[in-house]
T-cell receptor
């Protein structure tokens, strides 16, 4: 079983739509949580960190449920420029090792 | 945010040759750098953690003699793919981590696309 699981999509949505991505993680040593965005053939870029209290950055809202080991990302009022792959990323810290573990990503295609 | 560069951005080499990829933190000192590999339509997979002045820590299944890592300074880590084969063709991405309280944030380089023919 993968340590970080995401629905690969693709999610095809019209401009202006609201779309939600889900992610689950299995390692109880998961310490920090992030959403990254990766455009085709580019490096991943940090979109936002995710906190248990939930956090919002403009049109993006992230939620973390530690009890369910579940992370979500909500994008409101989708723009064409939001088309990308969204990576759920977990920082795992155990036995002296600290490493980012990436989900395989959820692809979003926003259509005009 | 901090800037990380990689060189080259893409490289084509013949099977059996070696390729060196450089990762530099341009405006900060990185005590730790990470090397990832990403195959098409797959997730980034951590290959190794590179600590300045000490040996790299490799992830399970990654051959240390094939993927040589050198982190000789606080701003430079290199990955050498030795005796490259077509199955080593991939997107290699490094990231660098600042020391201090913000240690959880990794800044990624733009990646190096390696094609072995």
């Amino acid at each position: 079983r993968k340590e970080v699981e995401q629905d690969p999509g693709p999610f095809n949505v019209p401009e202006g739509a609201t779309v939600a991505f889900n992610c689950t993680y299995s390692n109880s040593a998961s310490q920090s949580f992030f959403w990254y965005r990766q455009d085709c053939r580019k490096e991943p870029k940090l979109l936002m960190s995710v906190y248990s209290s939930g956090n919002e950055d403009g049109r993006f809202t992230a939620q973390l449920n530690r009890a369910s080991q579940y992370i979500s990302l909500l994008i409101r009022d989708s723009k064409l420029s939001d088309s990308a792959t969204y990576l759920c990323v977990v920082l795992i810290r155990d036995t002296g090792r600290r490493a980012l573990t990436f989900g395989s990503g959820t692809r979003l295609q926003v259509q005009p | 945010g901090a800037v990380v560069s990689q060189h080259p951005s893409w490289v084509i080499c013949k099977s059996g040759t070696s390729v060196k990829i450089e990762c530099r933190s341009l405006d900060f000192q990185a005590t730790t750098m990470f090397w990832y590999r990403q195959f098409p339509k797959q997730s980034l997979m951590l290959m190794a953690t590179s600590n300045e002045g000490s040996k790299a820590t490799y992830e399970q299944g990654v051959e240390k003699d094939k993927f040589l890592i050198n982190h000789a300074s606080l701003t430079l880590s290199t990955l050498t793919v030795t005796s490259a084969h077509p199955e080593d063709s991939s997107f290699y991405i490094c990231s660098a981590q600042q020391p201090g309280p913000a240690t959880r944030v990794q800044y990624f380089g733009p990646g190096t696309r390696l094609t072995v023919t």
